[in-house]
């Protein structure tokens, strides 16, 4: 989020954030990340919404042996949905996503998603391809010496990523 607040204040954007990772494990890395984007939007005057959803079970029965690019679609549909519905809850008119700004993930089937999610809805896509701000915002978090996360977000990312070892489970 750090990239996209002075991305958009500087614009004279107003936008609220929205906290919706079910996919993150194991759960001490969901409360750190919750904790270090509350913290963030309190430090900016950032609105915060805040969906309080762990769902590994989730994740290991519905997505176990499912190859890696249809797993990252499903994960991006079911965190997508998720705020376009917040979207039309709060009156939004747009809605995008810090999905966008990450050179690893498959920004291709994130716009497009979010542009299948939308339709239909009074809620539209605000799309921009944020990949630009990726150091911009790495930069702002060490600066802000803010938590950065070492990989994805579910069990399988952690399980692929070297920071494996690294990750207390209990």
Not at 137 to 143: H, M, P, T, V
Request: hydrophobic share 30%; net charge neutral.
């Amino acid at each position: 989020m750090t990239a996209f607040d002075e991305h958009f204040k500087s614009r004279g954007i107003l936008y609220s954030a929205f906290f919706y990772n079910p996919n993150i494990h194991p759960y001490k890395e969901y409360i750190r990340r919750k904790d270090t984007l509350k913290e963030y939007a309190g430090v900016t005057g950032t609105e915060l919404f805040i969906e309080e959803s762990f769902m590994q079970h989730h994740w290991e029965v519905n997505f176990d042996g499912m190859d890696k690019d249809r797993r990252c679609e499903q994960c991006y549909r079911i965190r997508i949905a998720a705020t376009v519905r917040k979207a039309e809850e709060l009156g939004f008119t747009h809605f995008t996503t810090t999905l966008l700004i990450s050179p690893y993930q498959n920004h291709e089937a994130i716009k497009r998603i979010c542009n299948e999610e939308s339709e239909g809805s009074v809620v539209s896509f605000f799309y921009d391809d944020f990949r630009k701000m990726f150091r911009k915002g790495q930069d702002i978090a060490r600066e802000n010496k803010l938590y950065r996360q070492k990989y994805c977000g579910c069990i399988y990312s952690l399980e692929d990523s070297d920071f494996r070892s690294k990750v207390k489970w209990d």
